[in-house]
């Protein structure tokens, strides 16, 4: 009986050692999915990172750059400004020609981009008018660019001037321009500093984008209201003696 009882005993040990074991190895997998969960949790959050923003327009106060527009800011014509447009481009045939109005001062551009600034004299002040070119195919469409420019400016109340904007359409030289005109207090312009533009109250723009034979060519005539008012009929006959380049 006492061998009988001692073999039992054996027996129940090794059963006992058996399911240890088994126990031991079943826990190996499960560990291996606990460990490769995290990992597959991990990449929804890279899939959902935000895109990046869009440039912003020059001093705009409100309004993303149309698509094919460079960025602009205050960086232009420095040491990290843009590139300019290829050497050679809106120039001869791919460039466009006006009449200066009398009166109008010349000035040497602030940027590569600018293809003429002038300082035009006025009773509220002076005001400017600047040409901007970005190169071939580059700038944006017409109105896209309308909106953005009316979008710099504010009304009475402070909601954004786009509503009041007025837009035309005429031909000359064989061009196609769009008219734009807004006003209000205007929150655009060029700083030479990241900080925003002086809100401008009483102030006018009236715009143009001529369709050049490589690309639209934007006429940008911004001032006191008076000022602007007073050199309207210049700016529209500058704009009536566009022409392709020779």
């Not at 309308?146 to 400016?153: K, P, T």
Request: contains cysteine; neutral net charge; hydrophobic residues 40%.
């Amino acid at each position: 009986m006492r061998r009988i009882s001692v073999s039992i005993a054996g027996f129940v040990l090794l059963s006992l050692a058996a399911c240890d074991k088994g126990a031991v190895g079943s826990h190996q997998p499960a560990a291996q999915s606990q460990a490769a969960a995290p990992a597959q949790a991990a990449a929804p959050a890279q899939a959902a990172e935000p895109a990046p923003l869009s440039p912003r327009a020059e001093g705009s106060g409100g309004g993303d750059l149309p698509p094919g527009h460079p960025p602009i800011g205050a960086a232009q014509g420095g040491a990290q400004g843009i590139a300019p447009p290829p050497a050679g481009s809106g120039t001869g045939a791919s460039g466009l020609t006006w009449s200066l109005p009398a009166g109008w001062v010349e000035e040497k551009p602030d940027s590569a981009m600018r293809r003429a600034q002038y300082r035009v004299p006025g009773p509220g002040g002076d005001g400017q008018c600047v040409v901007f070119y970005f190169g071939p195919g580059q700038g944006g469409d017409p109105m896209s660019n309308a909106q953005r420019w009316a979008g710099q400016f504010k009304l009475a109340d402070g909601k954004p001037a786009e509503s009041a904007m007025k837009t035309s359409t005429t031909s000359a030289g064989g061009l196609t321009i769009l008219h734009v005109e807004v006003k209000g207090t205007y929150n655009g312009g060029m700083t030479m500093t990241a900080e925003p533009a002086t809100p401008k109250p009483g102030y006018m723009l009236l715009g143009a984008v001529a369709e050049g034979p490589d690309a639209n060519w934007f006429f940008k005539f911004t001032g006191p209201e008076s000022t602007v008012m007073a050199q309207r009929a210049a700016f529209d006959s500058l704009l009536a003696s566009l022409k392709p380049g020779a």
